[in-house]
């Protein structure tokens, strides 16, 4: 854990599910509990294992829930595409089960992971503003600082990148973004990699082999391999 992140509680690490921080999420977020009252429609919690943060030696960060998917079913990843390559990428380097079948009852348990987003409301057309992911960042940084064994963060896309470096009170100079590298942030170290989205697989950006070596370079830093 760095000094930039030292005093971040558990209280500080989740918003409030309705959060008032960032008005044209906030408006978006009202519209959707209109059209859609059964779905999640609220900042979506971070993703913990069944033995809570302490057992945290990885955090994955991600961009935001998306509109379908976690916005509308409250867990990470959960519901749409994205989903699909990561928790089988996860499952198999042991950081999860084999249960993930898109609803946040099937039965999916994280090993050890945890896994947030850099800004915890969806944005209209999955795009936040700048100001939107700096409000959010405290709960990046808190959430980064309740694990107290974490030893590797992998980012998922620049702009997931970019806060986590930030919340790591480091210069975005020192860590650029760029595909599978590894910056040594203190006692962290952090992965960097595509974002695993749809857009990104179809247009081949991002491979499943890509994607794999990159989780393969977190079990070698964990020592899982
Ligand atoms: S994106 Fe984050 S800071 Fe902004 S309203 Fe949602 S929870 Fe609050």
Do not use: Q
């Not at 059209?35 to 302490?54: I, K, Q, T, Y």
């Not at 042991?94 to 896994?115: H, K, Q, S, V, Y």
């Not at 999955?126 to 700096?134: F, R």
């Not at 910056?183 to 179809?202: F, K, P, Q």
């Amino acid at each position: 854990m760095t000094d930039a992140l030292s005093s971040g509680g558990d209280a500080e690490a989740e918003p409030d599910r309705d959060c008032p921080l960032c008005p044209r999420l906030v408006e978006f977020r009202e519209i959707w509990r209109e059209r859609e009252p059964g779905w999640h429609n609220a900042p979506v919690p971070s993703f913990l294992p069944a033995d809570g943060p302490d057992a945290v030696r990885l955090l994955v960060v991600g961009l935001a829930p998306g509109l379908r998917g976690a916005n509308r079913t409250g867990r990470p990843f959960t519901g749409d595409y994205a989903g699909d390559l990561l928790y089988a990428t996860l499952s198999r380097f042991g950081f999860a089960n084999d249960r993930f079948d898109a609803r946040p009852d099937d039965g999916l348990e994280l090993n050890g992971t945890a896994i947030t987003n850099a800004v915890r409301c969806v944005p209209p057309e999955n795009k936040p503003v700048g100001a939107e992911i700096n409000t959010c960042r405290s709960f990046l940084s808190a959430t980064i600082a309740r694990f107290a064994k974490l030893h590797v963060v992998v980012t998922l896309g620049k702009i997931a990148h970019d806060s986590t470096i930030r919340a790591l009170g480091t210069r975005l100079a020192d860590a650029p973004f760029r595909h599978a590298a590894v910056a040594e942030i203190g006692d962290l170290s952090v992965v960097s990699s595509y974002h695993c989205s749809r857009y990104n697989t179809n247009t081949g950006r991002l491979t499943e082999e890509m994607f794999v070596d990159v989780f393969r370079k977190v079990a070698e830093r964990l020592g899982t391999n």
